[in-house]
């Protein structure tokens, strides 16, 4: 290991260098948003605009999107087209408003949770997504900590929690790469989790899956079991919500958002989308089926992502192992391996997270805040860091991560005093 | 005027031919819907993607909007680009999450609505459009009638109403081309509408412009003042949200919507923007500035609209004159003639609507609905129905409108005993 005095040496160097580089979110690069580019060949002025049915996807209407998109994404999640619903561009704007409609209307004939005496709880698997946490936060409901585990979150206490708080209700999940430890929920977990009994009769897991086909290899994937179908054999049909999207699939800002869930669910939450909207945009998931159906099959099109995502993961773990290996073998430091999704999770030592992310913002480099991973900010240890390998090009990947590395060495360097 | 006998075999006439026919919605036509074709072909797999800012328009963020599209609204709506935000597809959308801000998060800091002891009161200008009052209703306002007159709302009543019940929250306008009116508000009403005295802080216009270009005539057009700067001028500047969208310019599943306020008013919805979405469908909004800003005006593009359109309101007024000419000569039926807009409105004989509608149904000619234009469906004199002469080709619209017309003869005949 380096002297304090050499890697501080280092670390002016990087300073010295002006960098302006960005790792904070997980945004698809530049070639993989050319990837999708002829989606946008599927339709142009000679097209027939027509749905499978016959609707013209060029004028108002059909509040659940066109048949074939439901089945598309329906295909996706492993649920049928009927159980899907097909919105606009944004899934997390789907969440938001399905816990809008519990807040305000209730939950099939439930009472408003805005009309409960006291604040509505719900359950985060940490670390996790700060736009999840800050959703549930803005509705009002008290953001409560689950840890998570290597195979999911830990099943024991949800089940205890929500078993005996009927104030707990609902659960933010991100079952398959999780956002941000990369790993996947076990058959176990997915199966306890349908398997719950909560207090609360209009408990809803909202589960996001959202790397559902995200893969980074073809022979060493994740898989899940399927919720819906796990939930609906457990007696609890109607206690999921699922979501998806196309947006790190076909493009971020304008892709197609879904809801898979129960019949009872669906027809629930109609309620409120008659009101709402008159119809999403259908010719965006006309375009959306042509290009999935006709050009380029989901499959072939995701290993074209991963060709452009594999190498960067690999780099990170590259580096992180040549750098930070004496660090770790003094249990200090520790990262997941993901085989999908967009993000690494780094736990750096105790109380070094923000530091950590201070000194690389100093030296030019843009990391997810510390604390993001945590409802409100808090990381309780100040320990974890969210990678995000996505967006820059492989050399400002390289200089980014050496340069965290040198930070998170620097930190240890600083503790031991010498 | 021919003898019930008559008019009654004339009915059985129409019945005995088995039309089905739909009058119901103001969708534009499938002529229309063509008109908009080359839009699809402004963006292909060649096309550089960046908005003038150099924002990747296919990548997540920029929460208002791209800045040319943010522009080309603002000149539709004559209001400054940094006044208005950009949304999804949908302006009525765009109105219930606005409510919703209010109902959850309260405007500007003030008590959420929800968290209000007596409920919110709406005032509804009538007769008026059933998705508005259906959305306030949803939220959970008890909506109040107000008449719509020949220049506008009944500003006399409004005035009084607002400064005397704070718990009057707001209003809905369609100020221009109203629906179903169609007529316009006047200067004056516009500048009583901004000089408001409302009881309650957070009071609000919902100023919904959404037929601001859509005139059938070159030389025979209503304008109305920009809401915006009146109210600015009248010392209101945060009183109103003003809406439009493309969905009868361009595609109504596939536009854009967007929402002009003062910067105050885009700062306090910021708020709620921030945890719902990332942002919205960027490359619809470029595909739309590089039509209208490259392809076509849309001073041009809206006359290829009226070319269409103007025969069919023409057609409705003609077969009315013709048909209904005695019956408006007792007083008993009257209609609008609006120079732009999607509507007509028609007010038959007190009591006769609901009939009227029934009739045309039974013979396979569906309306909108008898009441659909007063809150709750409820029409007090059960006489209002609203035409939408865009959707039919002009052989059905004939048809249709003749048995209409047949309908409204055959109430009168019935009431007058012969």
């Known amino acids: 290991m380096k002297s304090l005095e050499e890697l501080r040496k280092e670390y002016e160097d990087y300073k010295a260098r002006g960098l302006k580089l960005d790792m ?37 209407g059909v509040l659940f999107g066109i048949p074939e998109c439901r089945a598309l994404m329906g295909e996706m ?16 704007n789907v969440m938001f408003d399905v816990l809008g409609h519990a807040f305000h209307h209730g939950i099939m004939g439930g009472t408003p949770w805005c009309r409960l005496e006291k604040p509505v709880k719900w359950l985060c698997v940490v670390p996790g997504y700060d736009r ?24 024991g206490t949800i089940e205890e929690l929500v078993a005996s708080d009927e104030m707990i209700k ?3 999940c991100v079952p398959k790469y999780s956002n941000p430890t990369g790993n996947s929920y076990s058959d176990e977990v997915v199966r306890r989790m349908a398997r719950l009994k909560p207090a609360a009769k209009d408990f809803r897991i909202f589960w996001d899956n959202a790397y559902g086909i995200h893969h980074l290899y073809d022979d060493n994937r994740d898989e899940i079991l399927d919720i819906i ?5 457990a007696g609890n049909p109607d206690m999921v919500y699922e979501f998806a999207s196309t947006s790190k699939i076909s493009f971020p800002g304008a892709g197609v958002a879904c809801m898979a869930a129960s019949a009872a669910n669906i027809e629930d939450f109609k309620k409120q989308m008659n009101f709402q909207t ?28 991963a060709n452009i995502l594999r190498p960067k993961f690999q780099m990170v773990a590259n580096i992180f192992d040549d750098e930070l290996f004496e660090i ?22 105790k109380g070094c997270a923000k530091k950590v992310v201070k000194l690389c913002a100093d030296a030019g480099v843009k990391l997810t805040g510390a604390g993001a991973t945590y409802p409100g900010g808090y990381d309780p240890e100040d320990r974890n860091i969210r990678i995000a390998p996505s967006f820059p090009p492989l050399d400002e990947l390289e200089t980014a991560t050496r340069l965290l590395c040198l930070c998170v060495q620097l930190c240890v360097a600083e503790q031991d005093g010498f």
């Not at 800050?134 to 290597?150: A, D, F, I, K, P």
């Not at 179908?229 to 054999?233: D, I, R």
Request: net charge neutral; hydrophobic share 35%.
């Open 170 to 172: 609902g659960i933010w």
């Open 278 to 305: 008159i119809g999403h945009d259908k010719i965006n998931q006309l375009r959306h089926v042509k290009y999935f159906r006709e050009t380029e099959s989901l499959d072939v099109h995701m290993r074209r992502h």
């Open 77 to 92: 999640l492993g649920v049928p087209a009927d159980n899907v619903v097909v919105f606009g561009n944004s899934s997390l």
């Open 229 to 233: 179908s796990e939930c609906a054999k």
């Open 132 to 155: 999840h946490f800050g959703v549930s936060q803005y509705w009002g409901c008290e953001n409560v900590c689950v840890n998570m585990l290597l195979d999911g979150p830990d099943m």
């Open 328 to 349: 770790k073998n003094r249990g200090l430091v520790r990262w997941t391996v993901p085989k999908g999704g967009y993000f690494i999770s780094l736990d750096v030592p």
């Open 24 to 60: 904070s979110r997980g945004k698809p690069c530049r070639e993989q948003l050319e990837l999708s580019m002829p989606m946008l060949d599927t339709l142009d002025s000679k097209s027939v605009m027509a749905a499978e049915d016959g609707t013209d996807t060029r004028n108002y």
